[in-house]
């Protein structure tokens, strides 16, 4: 029975990593070597650090507010 | 009500599997007995759940599975009998179908597969079909190797099989798991009677057949063709019809791995059924050692299956499942063939296995494949544009120091090269920058996105 399941999640996963390459990669680079010299000093003003926390923290909000918002929808809790 | 039809099924679904899954985890290994009917009722609610049989009511569930599980010669087969009359559970047909040819693969009746009915001279012994002979009483001694079936081939040096002149020697056959010698490559051998040219039993003698898996090995018992008697994927077994109870196989030795009658399995798959007629009369496979295939089964000119074959080498671990002593089913003396070491792949112990490798709920769930495809999403447009904003801070993303900024200037006189410090009042609001900065993104944030709340509506 678990060979079972690992079949089919084995499966799942292999058919959505199959569709997935037929997309294109991603088209950013983030390359900034050329402020390596004031990068220093421009996180000392601006905390990019505490920006990409909260941008964590309010994306999983976000996403849990979407999935709880989803399953009341599906019982009927809320229109 | 169809989305509270489907959001039902799913946490249904989610409970088998985690009271399948998971709950058993840690009471698997203590008793089997407890887990493995636990896991039939499950499996089969779940099959009623996707679709199975219908009964009108609990007595009806009750009457009809008890008359189809009466059958059953196992404990687990009682457990669930039990719990489906007392309308626990009620089963599909189509479970119901795989316990069924389960429970027809232990067979048994009164009389025996080979029964020639001559009584004292076995040359002149006429025969179109086994099914229509009855019995063959043989007197031991008059033989030409004095009373001893020798086998000539792989097992000369140990086969030899010892019994008293007037004692009456009545041929069966019971099918026994052929054996699978190691590898590379591996053999598998099948044990048979030979007749030889000559006529009657003088020279009936215990010889191996090489065989491959999944082809049929064919019978030819025809009176044209009385070379080869029996070519049966088993091995065969003597029965003493002395004053004593018929025994199997009480003074075959060391022959491989038949040690004993008490430590083999009898086990039949003939699976071209078009005769076959099955009689369980009620005992435990293993615990009776007079059962026999079904006299009317018709062998003239067929082609036997191979039992399947199992990789495992014993059913030790599953003695309790069908109600006999650990060991009992497997073949205790793992002994070898020359050097090479032989294996046990015996269809019972095939069916014991695969069910508790089925019911194993000890092995790991794999995820690899999951977090690999998770993987593919953070490199895929668009689908990695949330991994491409936090590359994107991540990027910037650097221990912040406030360092000295120096210079040179050039003048007429040469250069000149300044250090510049940082005023005092920077360094005393930077943390108001800094924490004026948090507050302004963060607005900005909620207000960037209040549509995603709801803000907008």
Same mark, same amino acid.
């Given at each position: ?17 199959g569709?997935?390459?037929?997309l ?12 390596s ?28 507010y ?14 | ?21 998971f709950i ?32 009108q ?50 067979s ?43 086998c000539?081939?792989?097992y ?17 056959v019971?099918?026994?798991?052929y ?5 590379p490559?591996?053999?598998?051998k ?11 039993m ?15 090995v ?11 008697l ?21 003074? *075959? /030795?060391?022959? #491989? @791995?038949? %040690? !004993?009658? $008490?430590?083999?399995? +009898? ?7 078009? &005769?076959?007629?099955y ?66 792949t ?12 089925w ?36 990027? *910037? /993303?650097?221990? #912040? @120091?406030? %360092? !000295?900024m $120096?210079?040179?200037? +050039? ?7 300044? &250090? ?7 360094l ?23 549509k ?6």
């Amino acid at each position: 029975m678990i060979d079972l399941i690992n079949a089919v999640i084995s499966g799942l996963a292999s058919a959505v990593t199959g569709i997935l390459a037929l997309l294109p990669q991603s088209p950013f680079s983030w390359d900034v070597s050329g402020l390596s010299s004031y990068l220093a000093t421009i996180n000392y003003f601006v905390p990019f650090s505490a920006v990409g926390t909260m941008l964590y923290s309010y994306v999983t909000a976000v996403l849990a507010y979407y999935a709880i918002r989803w399953l009341l929808r599906l019982v009927k809790y809320i229109e | 009500m169809i989305k509270r039809k489907i959001l039902s099924s799913i946490l249904v679904a989610s409970m088998l599997f985690f009271s399948l899954v998971f709950i058993p985890q840690q009471k698997a290994k203590a008793n089997p007995l407890v887990i493995y009917p636990a896991a039939v009722l499950v499996v089969g609610g779940t099959m009623l759940i996707a679709g199975g049989f219908t009964y009108q009511n609990r007595d009806a569930i009750g009457a009809i599975t008890t008359k189809m599980l009466s059958e059953m010669p196992s404990d687990l087969y009682q457990e669930v009998q039990t719990a489906v009359v007392a309308g626990t559970i009620r089963m599909s047909f189509n479970l119901w179908s795989w316990l069924k040819s389960w429970s027809n693969s232990f067979s048994a009746s009164d009389g025996d597969i080979f029964n020639w009915n001559d009584a004292t001279n076995p040359q002149t012994l006429s025969y179109s079909t086994l099914g229509g002979l009855s019995s063959l009483s043989l007197p031991i001694g008059t033989s030409a190797v004095d009373g001893k079936f020798v086998c000539p081939n792989q097992y000369s040096n140990d086969a030899t099989v010892t019994v008293q002149t007037g004692d009456n020697l009545k041929l069966t056959v019971a099918v026994h798991p052929y054996l699978k010698t190691a590898g590379p490559p591996a053999v598998y051998k099948t044990h048979v009677i030979a007749w030889t040219t000559a006529l009657g039993m003088s020279n009936p003698v215990f010889t191996s057949q090489d065989f491959d898996p999944g082809i049929p090995v064919p019978l030819n018992v025809s009176t044209n063709n009385r070379d080869i008697l029996i070519s049966i994927s088993g091995s065969p077994a003597f029965t003493f019809t002395d004053n004593s109870s018929p025994t199997v196989m009480p003074k *075959l /030795t060391s022959v #491989g @791995s038949f %040690s !004993s009658a $008490s430590n083999s399995a +009898y086990v039949t798959d003939f699976t071209h059924s078009s &005769t076959k007629s099955y009689t369980y009369n009620g005992n435990d496979l293993l615990n009776d050692r007079s059962l026999r295939q079904n006299p009317a089964y018709d062998l003239s000119n067929k082609d036997i299956s191979i039992p399947k074959t199992g990789a495992g080498t014993t059913a030790t671990d599953v003695g309790d499942l069908v109600g006999v002593a650990p060991g009992q089913l497997t073949v205790a003396d793992q002994t070898t063939v020359g050097a090479v070491p032989i294996t046990d792949t015996g269809i019972l112990t095939n069916i014991l296995t695969r069910l508790v490798d089925w019911f194993d709920v000890t092995k790991p769930i794999k995820w690899d494949p999951v977090k690999r495809m998770t993987l593919a999403f953070t490199t895929t447009f668009p689908f990695s544009l949330p991994w491409d904003i936090k590359n994107s801070v991540s990027a *910037l /993303t650097t221990t #912040g @120091s406030l %360092s !000295s900024m $120096s210079g040179t200037f +050039y003048s007429p006189a040469g250069a000149i090269p300044v &250090t510049v410090e940082w005023p005092q009042f920077v360094l005393d609001f930077a943390p108001v920058v800094r924490a004026g900065f948090l507050i302004v993104f963060g607005i900005g944030l909620v207000f960037a996105t209040r549509k995603l709340l709801g803000g907008a509506q």
